[in-house]
Every structure is written in structure tokens, then in C-alpha cells.
């Protein structure tokens, strides 16, 4: 089992930033993704970043030269630094780790106001 727990997120102004961080403890393997999902209020859970033990990084389309993901393997910890950021950003953010199984974060809410 992997449990994950989320902080930072918050209510912040369009084109401003935000940083959330969310670590993982229990069953850790040396090699895994951790990354970050979103959900808006009627939508589908939808993919923001993810990065692998290695450093290899991926993106949203949608997020790229904004956001940026990063992790800190010692301490088991993911980031996601928020620049720029705009109204459509507004959703539960929900950390991610997978090694052949998923675990999900509780999520945190980050709100972005026009």
C-alpha cells in the first residue's frame, strides 16, 4: 500500500502562481511515476504532469511553459509549481503513483480567480 497526502493548494488570482507538494509513504518501490491530475467541477480526471524516478517529465498540452513537476527521491516527494496561472486551471488537483498499481491522493483544491 501507498499513501499519499497533498498540500498547497488554495485561492489565487489569475497570473499568479502556486506550488503543491505531495508526498508518499508505505510500500515504495525505487522505480516509479508519480505525477498530477486535475478534475474541474463536470469534467473528466484529466492528466497535468507526471515524472518518473529518473527525471523524465511529461505534460499536458495544456500546462506546458507553465507548470513544472519535479520530485525529491529521498524524501519520496512530488511538486507542481503553478506560474501563470488561469481560470481554467480551477480543479481539485490529485496526486499520482503508479508501480503496476495506482494510488491516489485525497486531492487539494486550487481556485483561480479571474
Known amino acids: 500500500q501507498v499513501q499519499l497526502v497533498e498540500s498547497g493548494g488554495g485561492l489565487v488570482q489569475a497570473g499568479g502562481s502556486l506550488r503543491l507538494s505531495c508526498g508518499a509513504s508505505?510500500?515504495?518501490?525505487?522505480?516509479?511515476?508519480m505525477g498530477w491530475y486535475r478534475q474541474a467541477p463536470g469534467k473528466q480526471r484529466e492528466l497535468v504532469a507526471t515524472?518518473?524516478?529518473?527525471?523524465?517529465?511529461g505534460y499536458a498540452h495544456s500546462v506546458k511553459g507553465r507548470f513544472t513537476i519535479s520530485r525529491d527521491n529521498s524524501k519520496n516527494t512530488v511538486y507542481l509549481q503553478m506560474n501563470s496561472l488561469k481560470p481554467d486551471d480551477t480543479a481539485v488537483y490529485y496526486c499520482?503513483?503508479?508501480?503496476?498499481?495506482?494510488?491516489w491522493g485525497q486531492g487539494t483544491q486550487v481556485t483561480v480567480s479571474s
Open positions: 499520482y503513483y503508479n508501480r503496476g498499481l495506482d494510488y
Open positions: 508505505g510500500s515504495i518501490f525505487s522505480f516509479n511515476v
Open positions: 515524472i518518473t524516478t529518473g527525471g523524465t517529465t
